[in-house]
T-cell receptor
Framework: GDSVTQMEGPVTLSEEAFLTINCTYT??????LFWYVQYPGEGLQLLLK?????DKGSNKGFEATYRKETTSFHLEKGSVQVSDSAVYFC???????????FGTGTRLTVIP | EAQVTQNPRYLITVTGKKLTVTCSQN?????MSWYRQDPGLGLRQIYY???????DKGDVPEGYKVSRKEKRNFPLILESPSPNQTSLYFC???????????????FGSGTRLTVV
């Protein structure tokens, strides 16, 4: 079945460091891929998405490229800030499915 | 403002005492869903609804009930809560774009339930 695997955390970085959170997926066909962010005490918010191969989603300095050849959708940011501290979830949506499949989440802590 | 509203935000209850967590959305979305979030397990779907009076089980439906009598509301009911239902619960709504994929998932702020 469809699934998403993302790197385990927690990840701790210094401010202005480069961030990569790995995400790989297993799915048939051409799913849509998402990154969601959960700030402390809040619900999940859509961060970015990509709907087809080679698409790049971007938002708030974060980027992720849909790589069908490696079934990956890694999240990157060139210079993280303390305010980026949150839990990040990779997810996929499959045509005709009634669910988003989520990874287990990666907690990011950015220290000044 | 487009939003999904859940109530209550926090709830402590005793084993066996029926409870309802409410969820309401103002975006006219047809699709609504309930998830529970547990450490190391990510989000797991409990129930979903494709439209009024249309509901179906997700991955972990045992011990839960839902109803969809109106488009905007999708309450989660625990008839006889047990300690293993202690979790963080999220309601979400979405529309389905062409091609049948779920887009624009909007989540509520969550309900932290403790069953003692």
């Amino acid at each position: 079945g469809d699934s998403v695997t993302q790197m385990e955390g927690p990840v701790t970085l210094s401010e202005e460091a480069f961030l990569t959170i790995n995400c790989t997926y297993t799915a048939t066909g051409y799913p849509s891929l998402f990154w969601y962010v959960q700030y402390p005490g809040e619900g999940l918010q859509l961060l970015l998405k990509a709907t087809k191969a080679d698409d790049k989603g971007s938002n708030k300095g974060f980027e992720a490229t849909y790589r069908k050849e490696t079934t990956s959708f890694h999240l990157e940011k060139g210079s993280v800030q303390v305010s980026d501290s949150a839990v990040y979830f990779c997810a996929l949506s499959q045509t005709g499915a009634n669910n988003l499949f989520f990874g287990t989440g990666t907690r990011l802590t950015v220290i000044p | 403002e487009a939003q999904v509203t859940q109530n209550p935000r926090y709830l402590i209850t005793v084993t066996g005492k029926k409870l309802t967590v409410t969820c309401s959305q103002n975006m006219n979305h047809e699709y609504m869903s309930w998830y529970r979030q547990d450490p190391g397990l990510g989000l797991r779907q409990i129930y979903y609804s494709m439209n009024v009076e249309v509901t179906d089980k997700g991955d972990v439906p045992e011990g839960y009930k839902v109803s969809r009598k109106e488009k905007r509301n999708f309450p989660l009911i625990l008839e006889s809560p047990s300690p293993n239902q202690t979790s963080l619960y999220f309601c979400a709504s979405s529309f389905k774009a062409g091609g049948g994929k779920l887009y624009g998932y909007t989540f509520g702020s969550g309900t932290r339930l403790t069953v003692v």
